[in-house]
């Protein structure tokens, strides 16, 4: 879509934590998964165990960047294409959440890692890469 259509607001909100009523389709999705989580669990009358994992990767200038990495770039990543799971990242870190509250701090600290340009005003930003946010529901 065309810069400044609303993309990234529609997917990740204001960025403001306390704009609840206005958080984005990622949050509402985080919100969604562990509630049906918590159901499962209820209907059952076990407490099953699930396990959600995230991770955060960008392209950007056709190199791989874990956004979730807290250690310096010592492992390579690269994309392979796996027969029983598909596209895969080797070496991408990968953190267990058991909240959307969790999820969400995760997002937002992978935020401050993405590649960023300033555009025509000196505050605004801009990203010009890819990113994805991968949640991984394991039973």
Same mark, same amino acid.
């Given at each position: 879509g065309q810069t400044g259509s609303g993309k990234?607001?529609?997917?990740?909100? @204001?960025? =403001?934590?306390?704009?609840?009523?206005y958080r984005g389709l990622i949050q509402r999705t985080f919100e969604y998964l562990f509630v049906q989580i918590g159901r499962m669990q209820h209907l059952r009358g076990t407490k099953s165990e699930y396990t959600?994992?995230?991770s955060y990767l960008e392209i950007y200038n056709e190199a791989l960047n874990d956004l979730l990495s807290t250690s310096a770039k010592d492992r390579p990543l690269q994309?392979?294409? =796996? @027969?029983?799971?598909?596209?895969?990242? =080797?070496?991408?870190?990968?953190?267990?959440?058991d909240s959307a509250e969790r999820a969400n701090a995760?997002?937002?600290?992978?935020?401050?890692?993405?590649?960023?340009?300033h555009i025509s005003e000196p505050t605004r930003l801009l990203s010009i890469s890819y990113a994805v946010f991968c949640l991984k529901k394991k039973k």
């Open positions: 990234t607001y529609t997917m990740s909100g @204001p960025g =403001d934590v306390n704009q609840h009523q959600v994992s995230c994309l392979r294409e =796996d @027969p029983t799971h598909g596209t895969v990242c =080797d070496n991408l870190s990968r953190t267990v959440v995760l997002l937002h600290a992978g935020v401050k890692n993405l590649s960023l340009i």
